[in-house]
């Protein structure tokens, strides 16, 4: 048995700091009104103990008191509230320079991926000092992706793509837990986080075994399930361009727009009718089932490395798979207008 | 007992509610709210310590690291059955159904509950709920945890989800039905007199109950019926392989499942307010702060759900906004906590045994409240949600709060409901070691929680061993601190002295009738001309019997 009873896990992220001087404030605020409450308590009941020769003093109530400890609390609880939001709001939204690594939980193992495209199972190596944004994808049932000691955690859903960030400061090894019951080896669905300084994290990328970069992968897989023969830049294509579609607008065939990101890419391969371009037909077989997490992974990456379009889209049919910037704000204008914006594209 | 004893030996009367009919028809079919308290009161106990021995099976497997004393399948159900048992088996219907069901009715002055039938009718439905969740656990019971998120539960596991499910709807009516009762009965059966300003605050956090009751509990019905029919059928509304949300499954069960926390601790609040103003002879103080807080947290407690959902996945925004509503309901909690201690202010304080749980209740909600304002901050719960920290923090409410106030309301009415005291001494060292062997259980657990260990987990890295083993040999202490008012409370029915119509010298309408009392309550309707807890020499006891 370990004897040593630290009160605080490791600090091994610059969040972490933080969220222990906001536990320590929350550990001050409950102590100073528990042991008021428990004071008082002992103090009334030693000093108004039940004597023969003396009798209560009825007493109704005073609304000053009233207002009193109904304000203090509620003054305190917004403060609470503010540090908590803004604590969050860091937590939760990655800087745009992090390093991108994906997790893939399923029962139960973790699985992650490299960009170079070096993977592992249960363990998962970071550099230290700089930004990591872990993109997180369930196989089966909710997970949850737990790091005590940079103190982040977020449930990995099933058929959505979750964010996890940190910047680990402390090179170490760290426990990884899945706190999300997810059934017969919960428990055991544990691993570890290895931070590593940057010439080291470097040098075990260097050592990894890798097929290729992650997006390599998923070109090959491109090739593969035949999403070129629809998806080409050229007047003859079926289906949308993706050149330069990764985080752009897009127009459906309903007339919304939506932001081409990892759930929307994924979405349009496993339920391509859920979205159609405007301008397409709903002809695209489902992927379901054919391409693994890991593979829509690659794909995705794949496509964010397509290439931009610099100015027009690179589609000659005309069709505009992807709307320009300066165009959102005017369609937004005409759906407020409840008019519908003309297509301006022709049908194939 | 208290020290006002008179100096004539009190009697049992000759007629009362226990001896008026015999045999086992008179008390299946019993129309008698009294009769159906002890029936519930019995049941539910069945419960407690069923939910409690799965416990204590729990903390004998987390003496050590290694999950070697279970399977990882065995311990997972450990878990499940022991929240889903103590959940909707005991702490829902606990205070409402044997407490509110005797003293409510007699609190108003009224014969009866309203629907006498229905009353029973609740018994019955929770009784074939209990079967359901007996069968469950005969044939090799559940291990979604209580919690049944899915797709874990509607698409994963082979055990028998939808008979617990049944279950656990069938308790839920019989919880409908008793919230029915309750709030028709108050406005409808109130004595002569008795204004909704002289409510006892027991009938007012009832009321508050049962208002949650009617409106929350329905959709834990839909929820779980959704549940089955995904299990069953592949409908696809909670399962993503056939188009459903997870999530959504976790914004309805915790639509009803938040407000059912405050189904669990508002009668334990409304007993605490009995207890508090009995023992201090003391008028409550601030009585309409402390009524009309009942009605805040029920209404808040019903716009805070999603803060059981901060890592899950919803919208950063939606979180803000959840995080701030859930402090609000801590204003109201806090008001309650802060009139009790005013109430015992130049008070006369006995510290009998009910009066112990009650100030043990003011101590452990008070942490349990607290650190549940903790949980609420954004930037905190997202490293201690799904921790011991969370387990930590509803122990102290649900155990510390709502069984420390369950039991002493327990002890407060025993006198009432059986005629007979029981043993002092004995009860006030029950309530001590309660209140050792529960801190000791559970404080461990917020630091472990703190330190990273996930709920749930069969086996834990060794590092979090020596505050496992506090907190187990925290369980075996409370273990005794609950087996011993049973076997007194038992010994007392055939040995306890005879307690008297009024042992505490307490103003309920309650009190001003034989205990344990008449069939019909009361030989003639009171009236009532004063406030609540109108303690003090100057007032007489202004009941006409």
């Known amino acids: 048995m370990h004897f040593n009873l630290p009160l605080f896990p490791e600090q091994a992220s610059t969040i972490a700091g933080q969220v222990d001087a906001f536990y320590l404030f929350l550990v001050l605020v409950t102590t100073f009104f528990s042991l008021l409450i428990a004071l008082l308590i002992l103090f009334f009941i030693i000093r108004y103990r039940r004597r023969p020769d003396q009798e209560a003093e009825q007493i109704h109530g005073s609304t000053l008191l009233e207002i009193v400890w109904t304000a203090i609390p509620l003054g305190i609880t917004l403060c609470i509230f503010v540090w908590g939001a803004v604590l969050y709001y860091k937590i939760e939204n990655p800087p745009g320079n992090a390093l991108e690594i994906y997790g893939v939980g399923k029962q139960w193992m973790w699985k992650f991926q490299h960009p170079g495209g070096q993977r592992e199972i249960n363990t998962l190596h970071v550099p230290t000092g700089r930004p990591v944004k872990v993109t997180l994808i369930s196989q089966d049932v909710i997970h949850d992706f737990f790091v005590p000691a940079f103190r982040v955690k977020q449930d990995v859903l099933p058929n959505r793509y979750v964010y996890s960030w940190f910047e680990a400061t402390t090179p170490g090894s760290y426990h990884l837990f899945c706190s999300q019951y997810c059934g017969t080896n919960h428990s055991a669905m544990v691993g570890q986080v290895i931070a590593m300084k940057p010439e080291d994290y470097a040098e075990w990328l260097a050592s990894g075994k890798a097929e290729g970069s992650l997006s390599s992968m998923g070109e090959k897989l491109f090739q593969e399930f035949g999403c070129t023969t629809c998806h080409r830049p050229d007047s003859g294509a079926r289906g949308p361009n993706l050149q330069g579609l990764y985080g752009r607008p897009v127009r459906l065939s309903d007339t919304r727009v939506v932001v081409a990101d990892d759930n929307y890419i994924r979405e349009s391969i496993l339920n391509p009718n859920a979205k159609i371009v405007q301008g397409f037909q709903p002809i695209m077989p489902t992927f379901q089932g054919v391409v693994s997490e890991e593979g829509l992974i690659q794909i995705t990456e794949y496509i964010k490395h397509m290439g931009t379009q610099e100015s027009e889209p690179i589609n000659n049919r005309t069709t505009p798979t992807q709307l320009r910037d300066n165009e959102v704000p005017m369609i937004q204008q005409e759906l407020q207008q409840g008019g519908q914006p003309a297509p301006s594209g022709k049908k194939p | 007992m208290s020290t006002a004893t008179t100096a004539i030996k009190p009697v049992m009367p000759a007629r009362h509610y226990l001896n008026d009919n015999y045999g086992i028809r008179s008390w299946l079919l019993t129309k008698d709210h009294k009769r159906i308290a002890i029936l519930y009161l019995v049941s539910i106990t069945f419960f407690f310590f069923m939910g409690g021995l799965f416990a204590a099976l729990i903390r004998l497997e987390l003496l050590t690291p290694a999950g070697d004393l279970f399977t990882s399948d065995t311990y997972n159900k450990l878990f499940s059955m022991h929240g889903i048992n103590m959940v909707f088996f005991f702490l829902v219907p606990s205070i409402p159904a044997t407490l509110g069901n005797f003293v409510l009715p007699m609190m108003l002055g009224a014969k009866d509950l309203a629907f006498p039938k229905i009353n029973l009718l ?424």
């Not at chain 2, 059966?189 to 009832?206: C, D, I, K, Q, Y």
């Not at chain 2, 549940?372 to 799904?386: E, I, S, T």
């Open chain 2, 122 to 545: 609740s018994w019955y439905i929770y009784m074939f709920a209990a079967f359901f969740s007996l069968a469950t656990m005969v044939s090799g019971g559940v291990d979604t945890g209580w919690t049944f998120y899915t797709p874990l539960s509607s698409g994963f596991l082979r055990t028998h989800v939808a008979l617990m499910a049944v279950g656990v709807i069938f308790a839920g009516f019989s919880s409908i039905f008793t919230g029915l009762n309750f709030i028709v009965t108050v406005h409808r059966m109130r004595a002569p007199g008795l204004t909704w300003g002289r409510l006892p605050l027991f009938v007012w956090s009832n009321y508050a109950t049962s208002l949650i009751m009617v409106l929350a509990t329905p959709v834990l019905a839909i929820t779980l019926i959704l549940l089955a029919m995904e299990r069953t059928f592949h409908i696809g509304v909670f399962d993503p392989r056939y188009g459903g949300d997870p999530v959504l499954f976790q914004h309805m069960f915790w639509f009803y499942s938040h407000p059912a926390v405050y189904i669990m601790i508002l009668p334990g609040m409304g007993v605490i307010s009995e207890l508090v103003t009995c023992f201090s002879r003391k008028r409550v103080f601030g009585y309409s702060f402390v009524a009309f807080s009942s009605i805040a947290i029920a209404v808040f407690g019903f716009l805070v759900w999603a803060h059981h959902m901060f890592v899950a996945g919803i919208s950063q925004y939606s979180a803000m906004v959840f995080s701030l509503l859930s402090m609000a309901v801590a204003i109201p909690s806090a008001v309650k906590i802060f009139n009790w201690t005013a109430t015992m202010y130049k008070g006369s304080i006995s510290l009998d045994t009910p009066m112990l749980y009650a100030l043990g209740f003011m101590g452990l909600f008070t942490i349990g409240g607290l650190t549940g304002v903790m949980l609420a901050a954004l930037g905190m719960d997202v490293h201690l949600h799904d921790t011991y920290f969370v387990i930590a923090h509803f122990h102290y409410v649900m155990v510390g709060g709502m069984v420390s106030a369950y039991l002493g309301g327990l002890h407060f009415w025993w006198p009432k409901i059986t005629g007979r005291m029981y043993p002092e001494a004995v009860a006030k060292l029950a309530a001590i070691i309660t209140f050792i062997g529960f801190n000791l259980t559970f404080f461990p657990q917020f630091i472990l929680g703190y330190l990273g260990m996930p709920r749930r987990y069969h086996a834990y890295p060794p590092e979090f061993q020596v505050l496992n083993v506090l907190s187990s040999a925290g369980a075996s202490v409370l273990a005794v601190a609950f087996i011993l008012p049973a076997i007194y409370f038992l010994w007392s029915l055939k040995y306890g002295p005879i307690a008297g119509d009024n042992p505490w010298q307490a103003t309920g309408l309650e009190w001003q009738t034989s205990s344990p009392p008449p069939t019909h309550n009361f030989h003639e309707v009171p009236v009532v001309t004063t406030e609540p807890y109108h303690y003090g020499s100057d007032q007489e006891v202004t009941v006409v019997h």
